[in-house]
């Protein structure tokens, strides 16, 4: 490929590389810049338009988008976004949240959840805006070493994804099945947050867009979803013994 055509192709697509950094600006830390999303995804085009093969039949936009993603992944695994002090703070909201629930018999507000932190509400939407890169987790086979017991397999359930695997665990249809039903138990907000940023593919504009709220209520309320999945998902694995672990 000539140069200007190589040129080209970078510069039509980088819209793209501006659609899928936004999307995962959203869903990690404050501490965190879109700038560098959005660099570290124009390098993934870059390799994209090299290494694209059109004799194999996949759109280039598709190709690209993968290795954009791909590429941005990589770097975001490379990065620690939660503190130890952080990652507390996170369990005693997920704690928080599903005692909540045990006690008052429905999903607590995030009133009462500040409130049965000793926390002003203000402090606490801070705080879930500084949570906001974490995920649900996931359920996945132990490797037979890690326990050392040669001819039993063992399911553990990771608060956050392991680096060194990309590929999500809940992307089964078993997984899949299991948060649909607790999403379905959520407060009305939170529910339809989730089905529009999950389900339907809006960013988080267009969902506050759609509720009549600002992005930053959006991802709020967003992060205490995933935080009352989290509790219900560690509660779930307690109760049929599968072992809970944290990658840090």
Not at 14 to 19: A, D, P
Not at 90 to 110: D, N
Request: charge should be neutral; aromatic fraction near 6%; charged fraction near 30%.
């Amino acid at each position: 490929m000539k140069k200007q055509e190589f040129e080209k192709r970078v510069l039509d697509n980088l819209y793209i590389v501006k659609i899928i950094a936004s999307k995962l600006y959203a869903r990690i830390p404050s501490g965190i810049e879109l700038e560098d999303l959005v660099h570290t995804g124009i390098l993934g085009l870059i390799d994209a338009v090299r290494k694209y093969d059109p004799t194999k039949g996949t759109r280039f936009s598709t190709y690209a988008s993968l290795r954009i993603k791909g590429a941005i992944l990589d770097e975001l695994r490379n990065i620690d976004w939660a503190s130890r002090s952080l990652r507390c703070k996170i369990k005693g909201m997920e704690h928080a949240f599903e005692t909540l629930e045990i006690k008052l018999g429905r999903p607590p507000r995030e009133e009462e959840v500040a409130q049965s932190l000793h926390m002003p509400l203000p402090a606490f939407q801070k705080l879930l805006d500084d949570s906001r890169g974490v995920g649900i987790g996931v359920f996945r086979i132990a490797p037979e070493d890690e326990n050392n017991i040669p001819d039993e397999k063992i399911l553990n359930y990771y608060l956050d994804e392991d680096r060194s695997s990309p590929a999500l665990f809940m992307e089964k249809s078993e997984m899949k099945q299991l948060i649909a039903s607790f999403i379905n138990e959520l407060p009305g907000k939170e529910k339809l947050v989730l089905n529009l940023y999950h389900l339907e593919d809006l960013n988080l504009k267009e969902v506050g867009e759609i509720m009549d709220l600002t992005e930053s209520r959006i991802s709020q309320i967003r992060t205490a979803a995933i935080l009352r999945l989290r509790g219900k998902l560690t509660d779930l694995a307690a109760k049929n013994g599968v072992s809970t672990r944290e990658v840090l």
